[in-house]
């Protein structure tokens, strides 16, 4: 995966095979701030990046100079993935290891942006929670 744009445009970031992920591409990406960029100046805005996985949407914010950033997925390996690259490029992404259903129940955080990207085989009976 590659930030596309941004302070760190360009970059090549390689996930561990082992992650039970498959990242946002570069199409997706780039179609989502192209609206976003015309709903938002990134760098005042605060995100929650649900089912977050290799952390790319979390990156991509980050890169265009979003602050406050939060990063929550399930499993360890994503977590400590995101963790540590956001420290190795010094981006401020703060993350969580939690459920979402779980988080959403308990937070009272409050976010202008809230993305959320399920994997694939998320049952459809929890897209209503």
Partial sequence: ?????????????TAPRN????PTTDMAKEALFNILNNLYYLDDISVIDLFAGTGNIS??????GTESILAIDQD??????????AEGFKMPIKTLKSDVFKFLANTKQKANVIFADPPYDFPVEEFSK
């Fill in 76 to 85: 360890f390996g994503c977590v400590k993935f995101i963790t540590d690259t």
């Fill in 19 to 22: 992650l039970p992920v498959r």
């Fill in 1 to 13: 995966m590659r930030i596309i744009s941004g302070e760190f445009k360009g970059r090549r970031i």
């Fill in 59 to 64: 990156y991509e914010f980050a890169s265009r």
